[in-house]
């Protein structure tokens, strides 16, 4: 079993002055991506973490295991709607103790998500994203942090996240709003998300520092683990383990090209051909991740070949947890609780810390009345000023048609 290292560290400041304490109530935690980004950060200003809260017990056991913070499961819609309970809630945060109050608020992605059948009927996750704003409207934080998928902006969505940021307008914030390509920050994968951030005082959101043609690549991320086979453990490391798969699916794997190939025609389950042929989707389907790339977004069924492109680029298998979290920006040494399946969906649904720390160096400047000129410079958010179709895809892709054929003219 790997012993939990301390988190690797992003500089800072290396000026000799007295911390400004921050501290840090992550709602949603999950296992702890937001986080563990804002520990990585040293200087000036220290992030504190109070406490996480979320309902998961396995996301629970992980984030108490490598935050060093309690996490309550405590229901957010009721909390939302009962001054005295918040009340409470800030008595047991003590913000006497810190020199600023930062609130995270990463809701649950999915009810926004567009991979969704549909999206009719209520989802009480889509919820969520308000409820934390009226908390947060009650509770004055310094600052406020926000994630989720680029679709909480579209047009079916956009009631939820105007609601919510009325909310905050209402008790003085202001608020910004944009998608980032993750990748921006050191992420070796593209993941587009959305990012709130609310203070009370005006300011621009900031630049992801890295452009497109220094993104990290699956190769820096994961090319020193051990190999493994189908159904292998790693002797030291618990988390780099292989799934089992079934002999059909190890049998479409190796007929996968190395290295970023696709599954070919005729090869695999044949409605995947039918659905090529009618539409082109579902390219990704047993594809392989190529070395020299970001990887593509990883989501919670990453275990999984048929699920998208999560095999390995040259193994014949799916993905161990460590390859998924190291591709999500955690440390190899990071250990995740809870069965094998659950694993991959805490990673998968967890805000990467790398971009965490990015965001947060932002937050703890402009906190610390900091020169932020060094955020002006690099790759700029996408801005978004008003509901967008149905969707981000869309945009998104045209993003990376357009990066594609820029290389191409080079």
Same mark, same amino acid.
């Given at each position: 079993?790997?012993?939990?290292?301390?988190?690797?560290?992003?500089?800072?400041?290396?000026?000799?002055?007295?911390?400004?304490?921050?501290?840090?109530?992550?709602?949603?935690?999950?296992?702890?991506?937001?986080?563990?980004?804002?520990?990585?950060?040293?200087?000036?200003?220290?992030?504190?973490?109070?406490?996480?809260?979320?309902?998961?017990?396995?996301?629970?056991?992980?984030?108490?295991?490598?935050?060093?913070?309690?996490?309550?499961?405590?229901?957010?819609?009721?909390?939302?709607?009962?001054?005295?309970?918040?009340?409470?809630?800030?008595?047991?945060?003590?913000?006497?103790?810190?020199?600023?109050?930062?609130?995270?608020?990463?809701?649950?992605?999915?009810?926004?998500?567009?991979?969704?059948?549909?999206?009719?009927?209520?989802?009480?996750?889509?919820?969520?994203?308000?409820?934390?704003?009226?908390?947060?409207?009650?509770?004055?934080?310094?600052?406020?942090?926000?994630?989720?998928?680029?679709?909480?902006?579209?047009?079916?969505?956009?009631?939820?996240?105007?609601?919510?940021?009325?909310?905050?307008?209402?008790?003085?914030?202001?608020?910004?709003?944009?998608?980032?390509?993750?990748?921006?920050?050191?992420?070796?994968?593209?993941?587009?998300?959305?990012?709130?951030?609310?203070?009370?005082?005006?300011?621009?959101?900031?630049?992801?520092?890295?452009?497109?043609?220094?993104?990290?690549?699956?190769?820096?991320?994961?090319?020193?683990?051990?190999?493994?086979?189908?159904?292998?453990?790693?002797?030291?490391?618990?988390?780099?383990?292989?799934?089992?798969?079934?002999?059909?699916?190890?049998?479409?794997?190796?007929?996968?090209? #190395?290295?970023? =190939? /696709?599954?070919?025609?005729?090869?695999?389950? %044949?409605? @995947?051909? +039918?659905?090529?042929?009618? &539409?082109? *989707?579902?390219?990704?389907?047993?594809?392989?991740?190529?070395?020299?790339?970001?990887?593509?977004?990883?989501?919670?069924?990453?275990?999984?070949?048929?699920?998208?492109?999560?095999?390995?680029?040259?193994?014949?298998?799916?993905?161990?947890?460590?390859?998924?979290?190291?591709?999500?920006?955690?440390?190899?040494?990071?250990?995740?609780?809870?069965?094998?399946?659950?694993?991959? #969906?805490?990673? =998968? /649904?967890?805000?990467?810390?790398?971009?965490? %720390?990015? @965001?947060? +160096?932002?937050?703890?400047? &402009?906190? *610390?009345?900091?020169?932020?000129?060094?955020?002006?410079?690099?790759?700029?958010?996408?801005?978004?000023?008003?509901?967008?179709?149905?969707?981000?895809?869309?945009?998104?892709?045209?993003?990376?048609?357009?990066?594609?054929?820029?290389?191409?003219?080079?």
């Amino acid at each position: 079993m790997l012993e939990a290292q301390p988190p690797h560290v992003i500089p800072f400041s290396s000026k000799p002055t007295r911390k400004l304490k921050v501290g840090v109530v992550d709602f949603f935690c999950g296992c702890g991506g937001v986080s563990h980004g804002l520990q990585m950060i040293q200087g000036d200003v220290e992030f504190q973490i109070i406490e996480g809260i979320d309902n998961d017990p396995h996301c629970a056991a992980t984030y108490q295991k490598m935050i060093g913070a309690p996490c309550q499961q405590i229901d957010i819609l009721a909390l939302s709607l009962d001054d005295r309970a918040i009340e409470e809630r800030m008595k047991i945060w003590k913000r006497e103790r810190f020199d600023r109050l930062l609130l995270v608020g990463c809701s649950p992605c999915q009810g926004f998500s567009a991979h969704r059948k549909s999206v009719g009927g209520h989802d009480t996750r889509r919820d969520l994203f308000e409820a934390f704003c009226r908390i947060a409207a009650k509770v004055q934080p310094d600052a406020i942090l926000m994630e989720n998928v680029p679709d909480l902006f579209s047009k079916a969505y956009w009631h939820h996240f105007d609601t919510g940021r009325r909310t905050l307008k209402a008790a003085g914030y202001h608020v910004q709003s944009a998608i980032y390509n993750f990748a921006g920050f050191g992420l070796p994968q593209e993941r587009f998300r959305a990012v709130v951030m609310a203070f009370q005082e005006s300011f621009s959101l900031p630049h992801a520092p890295i452009q497109s043609d220094r993104y990290c690549t699956v190769r820096q991320a994961i090319s020193h683990l051990a190999p493994l086979a189908s159904g292998q453990s790693h002797p030291v490391d618990p988390m780099h383990v292989a799934s089992t798969h079934r002999e059909a699916t190890l049998e479409t794997i190796r007929q996968v090209p #190395k290295n970023g =190939g /696709n599954r070919p025609m005729g090869v695999g389950p %044949a409605c @995947l051909d +039918r659905t090529r042929q009618t &539409h082109g *989707g579902f390219t990704d389907v047993y594809g392989r991740l190529a070395w020299d790339k970001p990887s593509v977004t990883i989501t919670a069924r990453c275990r999984t070949p048929s699920c998208g492109r999560f095999t390995h680029p040259d193994q014949d298998r799916g993905l161990t947890v460590r390859e998924a979290a190291l591709l999500q920006g955690f440390p190899d040494s990071y250990i995740f609780e809870g069965p094998f399946d659950d694993r991959y #969906k805490q990673v =998968g /649904n967890a805000v990467s810390p790398m971009a965490a %720390a990015g @965001l947060g +160096r932002f937050i703890a400047s &402009h906190l *610390g009345k900091k020169d932020l000129s060094e955020f002006n410079t690099g790759a700029p958010p996408i801005p978004v000023v008003g509901p967008v179709g149905p969707g981000f895809a869309v945009t998104i892709n045209g993003i990376k048609r357009k990066r594609v054929k820029i290389k191409d003219a080079a």
